[in-house]
């Protein structure tokens, strides 16, 4: 009877020791199931992931290639363009440079004048050379207030100018000599004293070095000039032949 027993017990035992394995194993089989299922599924999405990106990375490289290639080409037009423009600065500074050396080389002529101080001047019994003794300019000093010559210095086309004012009745006059020849006769009358009485005329006058200008007051004629300088004498080379 104990031995039956004993039997009996066993074989609980061990359907309960069965029953818990086969527990077991299904409990560790969904456990794996669980396990494997999402991982899976991720490295499915990643494979897809990189099945998309590597296509637009490779795009963007071309793409990209293309502005390298594009702007390589750009800088080289910009680099020419410099070069052209270098050269350009270049010519102009070489021409600047020679017209500062030929304006510095080339001679400066230019003087103003005026008459006197003393008022009156004429009639006289014969002709005087007027000496404008008043110098406001005389750049080149080719103007002598000594003897009232301006005499050339180079070669060149000159630009002369004079006022001649009086206010006493009878003429006033200037002649215009170069060197020993008369070129001009210039007269007006004054009917009547203290009547404001002027005129002016100008010259272009082609003279070679060393020719002279001077004006002569004529004989029987007077001139007028004080501190407000009515009477004047001018003139300036324009350029050199």
Avoid at 143 to 168: E, H, R
Wanted: with cysteine; glycine share 8%.
């Amino acid at each position: 009877m104990r031995v039956v027993v004993g039997l009996q017990l066993l074989l609980l035992g061990l359907c309960g020791s069965g029953a818990q394995g086969e527990a077991g194993g299904l409990g560790e089989v969904a456990e794996i199931n669980q396990n494997t299922g999402p991982k899976h599924a991720a490295e499915e999405s990643t494979q897809q992931i990189t099945k998309q990106t590597y296509p637009d990375i490779w795009t963007e490289l071309r793409a990209l290639r293309d502005m390298v290639v594009e702007l390589n080409v750009h800088v080289k037009l910009l680099q020419r363009e410099n070069s052209d423009l270098q050269t350009r600065l270049s010519s102009s500074e070489s021409r600047i440079d020679q017209l500062e050396r030929e304006n510095a080389e080339k001679p400066k002529v230019a003087f103003y004048t005026a008459l006197t101080n003393a008022g009156h001047l004429g009639p006289y019994n014969t002709d005087i050379t007027l000496k404008y003794s008043k110098v406001f300019t005389n750049i080149g000093n080719a103007y002598n207030p000594s003897t009232g010559f301006f005499t050339a210095p180079v070669k060149g086309v000159y630009y002369l100018q004079f006022t001649v004012f009086g206010f006493k009745a009878g003429y006033i006059a200037v002649h215009v000599y170069k060197n020993n020849q008369r070129i001009m006769y210039n007269v007006e009358k004054n009917n009547e004293d203290w009547v404001h009485q002027y005129f002016t005329n100008s010259l272009v006058l082609e003279l070679t070095a060393g020719d002279e200008i001077h004006l002569v007051l004529p004989t029987s004629c007077s001139i007028y000039d004080n501190s407000n300088n009515y009477s004047t004498f001018s003139g300036s080379l324009l350029f050199t032949l």
